[in-house]
């Protein structure tokens, strides 16, 4: 038999989920005794049992709030975990901070456990699995925001960047300065590609076919973080190699920076670089790199501030996605091809 839902309990009582799950959470200000009896008459004869994660939520409050990132090591997680805490620390609640290391296993290991400490809600930076997992956390309607990255059939709050525009911004820049054979490196897209990597591998061929270049798949490399270095080789190698080269996030600027100090190659004299993700070191490099900023600081600000509306008023959530834009962080990484004027 399929398990009953909050949603079977709703169409027989011919009331919405949401009348339904403020029943389970005895939250009963405005609604009248006939609904109440209703809904409790149609949980008694289905028999209906809440499942175990809207059981766990209760009325009380922990004053904490999990926050479980994909991968640490981003920039842009830091920048954005720095400024969720300090947010939500100025309103009295704490933070658990945890690291899936992008496996959506270990994430759901990590939702299990923080619902268990009952947080008083969670912001994910999804590793990218099944939706099943948020799915539930949404039927319960548990307090939930996604940065940086959407999971395909979930709708909630999300934050992320224009990762279109990010691109399009770095070819803009590159093309202005007469680059016409334009790199992409991205680490791999992979069955489950995160939001930012395929948004900006689409941005990328958008932009391209947009500059009027002739699109070369050569040019584009999508490959895990130990294989940097050997796209590079297969790039600088071919017969026509490319005079820039565009880092699809931090990560991979990181190893470029790395490839190109090994091997004595000058930048921007040889060979130009923009990298996507304002990382810290990129300003530190000389020369400067010039990178696409996103406002990290910022978008963690906000997905704090909504967790807060989140926590204080369920019911009035309409699930939105904010985009950010981009921003050009001028270095001295990018000049004129060489051999031109």
Known sequence: MKKLTIEDVAQKAGVSKSTVSQFLNKRFKYMSEATKNR???????????????ARSLKQNRTHMVGIIVANI??????????????????????????NSDENADKEN????????????????????GKPSPYARLI????????????VEGITTQSLLLDNEMAVKTAIKELTGKGHEAIAFLS??????????RKERMSGYKKAIEEAGLAMNDLYVCSVPREAIASALDGLLNLPQPPTALLAAN???LGEILKYANRHSI?????????????AEFARIYNPAITTIRQPAYEMGMQAAKIMLSLIEDKESAVPITYRFPPALQQGQSVQAPPGTK
Do not use: K, W
Request: hydrophobic share 45%.
């Open 39 to 53: 809904i409790a008459e149609v949980i008694e004869e289905l028999n209906y049992q809440p499942n175990g994660l």
């Open 73 to 98: 090591d981003y920039s842009l997680s830091i920048q954005c975990i720095r400024a969720i805490e300090n947010e939500l620390q100025r309103h009295g609640i704490q933070v658990i901070i945890c």
């Open 109 to 128: 290991t990590h939702v299990e456990a923080l619902v268990a400490r009952q947080v008083d809600g969670l912001i994910i930076f999804p590793a990218g």
């Open 139 to 150: 039927e319960a309607e548990y307090p939930l925001v996604f940065m940086d990255r959407l």
């Open 187 to 196: 680490l791999p897209l992979g069955e489950h590609a995160i939001t930012p």
């Open 250 to 252: 931090d990560l991979v």
């Open 266 to 278: 000058t930048i921007p004299g040889q060979l130009s670089v923009i990298g996507i993700d304002d």
